[in-house]
């Protein structure tokens, strides 16, 4: 199964950029790349995928490199609302896709 | 997106004893699955809900101890049997609506004195 490894934690200071790494070099040709975050005392909440090219979104861009062994959540402009844990995530499919969260990386915004 | 509710969101229960977990989503899901969060810990997957049939089971959950029911296509439920203080953990249920990534619920915090 494809895993995914992640820095357990990062600072950002509040209205910068932040991107967060991703490192998934045993991904197969058909695994998509998803990012999750999960907000204190929330579920995971949804935020971007990918497979090949970048994506965009309202909440982030997603940053594939040309190997896709590695992969880059960029949020724009971090506000302390995006402090959370993040999580990239390769769905296995085993008669469906089903996600296996790794630790995730804590981010910390500082005003 | 969908909407899914959990309940209870949070309940402290005596050792020995079971607590069934519901789990409603507002739209028809395709797959539904449980997940256990430990303290300080990520989620872990517990088991896929399947419609009409037996939960399938990931390495280390039984069905003894964490039976599932999932009677219709927006409703599934999660029994905690036979309740350890280890079992105090945040219990999530997730589904997915059509081809879109997974939505979850907020978890029912689950204390076991």
């Known amino acids: 199964d494809a895993k995914t490894t992640q820095p357990n934690s990062m600072e950002s200071n509040e209205e910068e950029p932040v991107h967060l790494p991703c490192n998934h070099s045993?991904?197969?040709?058909?695994?998509?790349i998803h990012w999750y975050r999960q907000l204190p005392s929330q579920g995971p909440e949804y935020v971007i995928h990918g497979l090949t090219s970048n994506v965009n979104n309202r909440m982030a861009s997603l940053a594939i490199a040309e190997d896709r062994k590695s992969s880059t959540l960029i949020l724009h402009r971090a506000t302390l609302r995006d402090a959370a844990v993040y999580y990239c995530i390769l769905p296995i499919f085993s008669g469906t896709y089903k996600y296996i969260f790794g630790t995730g990386t804590r981010l910390k915004v500082l005003a | 997106s969908a909407v899914i509710s959990q309940k209870p969101s949070r309940d402290i229960c005596q050792r020995g004893t079971s607590l069934t977990i519901q789990c409603q989503v507002d739209?028809?899901?395709?797959?539904m699955f449980w997940y256990r969060q430990q303290p300080g810990q990520s989620l872990t997957l517990i088991a896929t809900?399947?419609?009409?049939?037996?939960?399938?089971?990931e390495s280390g959950f039984v069905i003894d101890k964490f039976p599932i029911s999932r009677p219709n296509l927006t409703f599934s439920t999660l029994t905690v049997s036979n309740m350890s203080p280890e079992d105090s953990s945040i219990y999530l249920c997730s589904a997915v609506v059509g081809g879109q990534p997974q939505h979850f619920g907020d978890g029912t915090r689950l204390s076991i004195l």
């Open positions: 739209s028809q899901v395709t797959m």
């Open positions: 809900a399947n419609q009409g049939s037996e939960a399938t089971y």
């Open positions: 045993t991904i197969s040709g058909t695994d998509y």
